[in-house]
């Protein structure tokens, strides 16, 4: 990586584009400038760079001439908006919203299980959903090598996901019911603390969430196999980071639990962490600030013949987001894809 970058952070005031800062600069990304843009609220504000601060600018559609790759986390309305602008002045866009992701001209990347899909990419690169990636970390080795024909996940994810209001929202509910106040919602429907909501993002037609949807769709777009089946039930929980799943899948060929351990120990950005005996398994408040996956309880399905168990664990802001929004730009610095070919694809 020698040539150096000047890269955007479009949503630096949030939860994840603050950690984007943090990943970028702890990951040492190659930038020779770093500049933040948010609404026009946050004008002048200041957010953290290292041990710098960089000042917080409005986005428009012009700040983009010169700049060479820009994060965005800045929710869907604002990246559908601004990404074909940036795409237009010849600045590559990661964008973390779900915008993008089942645009068929957007590549919907996971560096460890699909970084080939970013070869010819015409200027917007999709990271998919914090729930999506973290299972298919966890999965792609394995349907690698055994082809998973379903699979069953049911989520646990923390109120990060939805951004600096959702940590508020927690924060300020449990403060209010140890003081005897009613807890105010104003970001979810119902009260987050001390409570489940088995509802996230909003209700489709068919009665799933849209949450819920993207996992299917997102995990087949990734996997390139229309044939692998996916069912999801995504549910809000009480923790600050880190979402948690529970799959079950059912594979084409056996494959034991002693086996998925050993090929899950040598896949990429996996942490095998498993063993009940010493009451070893991942949980949401050991994997904070973590880079890897990490998957335990893996078990055999005594259910049906070839099946298997597992409990999964990412941070959400981290590997869910910003950590693999950084690393699809490492991916596209190291394959020298950092370049719009054609610029009017996204403004027709
Ligand atoms: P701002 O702080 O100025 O509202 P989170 O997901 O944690 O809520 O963060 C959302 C991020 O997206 C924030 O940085 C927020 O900036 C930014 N954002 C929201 N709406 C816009 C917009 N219209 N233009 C630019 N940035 C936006």
Redesign the pocket.
């Known amino acids: 990586m020698s040539k150096k970058l000047t890269v955007a952070v479009?949503?630096?005031?949030?939860?994840?584009?603050?950690e984007m800062l943090k990943t970028l600069h702890d990951r040492n990304f190659p930038a020779s400038q770093v500049l933040a843009?948010?609404?026009?609220?946050?004008?002048g504000?200041k957010v953290p760079f290292g041990d710098k601060e960089i000042v917080?600018h409005?986005?428009k559609e012009d700040v983009f001439n010169g700049v060479d790759l820009a994060i965005f986390?800045?929710?869907g309305?604002?990246s559908l908006?601004?990404s074909p602008h940036a795409a237009h002045a010849g600045c590559v866009v990661v964008d973390n919203s779900a915008a993008w992701r089942m645009d068929e001209r957007c590549p919907l990347v996971v560096p460890e299980v699909n970084a080939h899909a970013l070869e010819g990419h015409k200027g917007i690169i999709a990271n998919p959903n914090c729930s999506t990636i973290q299972m298919v970390v966890a999965l792609k080795p394995i349907h690698d090598a055994v082809t998973i024909k379903r699979i069953v996940v049911s989520t646990y994810q923390a109120v990060?996901g939805?951004?600096?209001?959702?940590?508020m929202e927690l924060e300020q509910q449990v403060r209010d019911m140890f003081n005897g106040r009613d807890p105010e919602c104003k970001t979810y429907p119902y009260r987050i603390a001390f409570n489940i909501l088995p509802h996230i993002d909003i209700f489709l037609d068919n009665d799933y969430t849209k949450e819920e949807m993207k996992m299917v769709n997102e995990t087949v777009k990734i996997f390139e196999d229309p044939s692998v089946k996916v069912t999801a039930t995504c549910a809000r929980v009480p923790v600050f980071y880190c979402h948690s799943e529970s799959v079950n899948i059912e594979t084409e060929k056996k494959m034991t639990a002693k086996e998925a351990r050993i090929l899950l120990s040598q896949a990429p950005g996996v942490r095998v962490f498993d063993n009940p005996r010493e009451l070893m398994y991942p949980m949401p408040g050991y994997c904070v600030g973590e880079d890897a996956t990490f998957v335990g309880r893996i078990r055999e399905d005594e259910s049906i013949d070839n099946g298997l168990n597992m409990w999964i664990v990412a941070d959400n802001v981290r590997k869910g987001a910003a950590l693999n929004a950084v690393q699809i730009a490492e991916e596209l610095l190291k394959r020298d894809l950092v370049r719009v070919t054609d610029r009017n694809v996204f403004l027709q």
């Open positions: 479009v949503g630096a005031t949030g939860a994840v584009g603050r843009f948010a609404s026009a609220r946050s004008e504000a917080v409005e986005l986390s800045a929710g309305a604002t908006k601004f990060s939805t951004g600096q209001k959702g940590i």
